[in-house]
């Protein structure tokens, strides 16, 4: 028996080149739309690689958002599908699982020439640290699988996101399905093409998920958030204010820090 978990996020997507395909202020509702059918394309290809390298079980995550991008009926009907809120749990269902991958993921704010580069909020957080180190979302959610003895073995995405993906997690799989040249600009290749290696790279991660380990995490966990402007944080001991934008967290795990009433 082999479990994958697959956690899908949307700006890393296939055929995604910028937010106006991901955020509906920007007024693009049939953008809007392609991007689900996208997601829906590249987590089905997804599904179709882990079954192939011997997966028994997949679950899939909607992660962006609210979590309602892609519905019951667009997606692979051998995966069960999690979508909507998960209160306090990063990775509902995990437990047992072989291996996570991060499909459709970007890179963390700040960097240069990434598709959608943020961190966790596009708005209102600037940079994040964990424990210490400049960390985006792939770091974090590495650590919380972490925290339930999972590794991530494959992360699709831009060519800087494979990069984050490399410097944080040695050895996974990597799966590049655009090169980005702006926040709102990249080169892609047919989507024929990205999904035919989606499928590739997950049946390889998923036939060598036994060699791969959880990312290393020391607790107790620090984290250090930067916001993009000045705002009142809660009156709580537990937050640590180092100037007018930056907080900082100490618990006794990513989730937990993730999770605290930011």
Known sequence: MKKIYIMVDLEGISGISGSSYCNASQNRPDLIAEARTLMAGDINACVEGCVRGGATEVIVKDCHGGGFNVTRAMVDPRADLIDGDTPGERFADIEG??????????????????????????????????????AG?????????????????????DDKTCLEASEWLPGVVTCQVKKGFSRNG???????????????????????ASEMRPMAISTPVSLKVELVSRCRMPDNPAYRRLDGRTWELTAESVERALFFNW
Request: aromatic share 4%.
């Open 137 to 157: 979302e792939i770091a974090i959610d590495a650590s919380i699988a972490a925290e339930h003895g999972v590794p991530v073995i494959m992360v699709s995405g």
């Open 97 to 134: 699982s072989a291996g996570l991958i991060l499909l459709g993921y970007h890179a963390r704010g700040g960097t240069e020439g990434a598709v959608c580069e943020h961190t966790m909020s596009s708005t209102s957080w600037q940079h994040v640290y964990l424990n210490g180190r400049e």
């Open 186 to 208: 990249a080169r892609m290749p047919s989507l024929e093409k990205s999904r035919a290696l989606i499928r590739e790279k997950s049946c390889f991660a998923v036939e060598h």
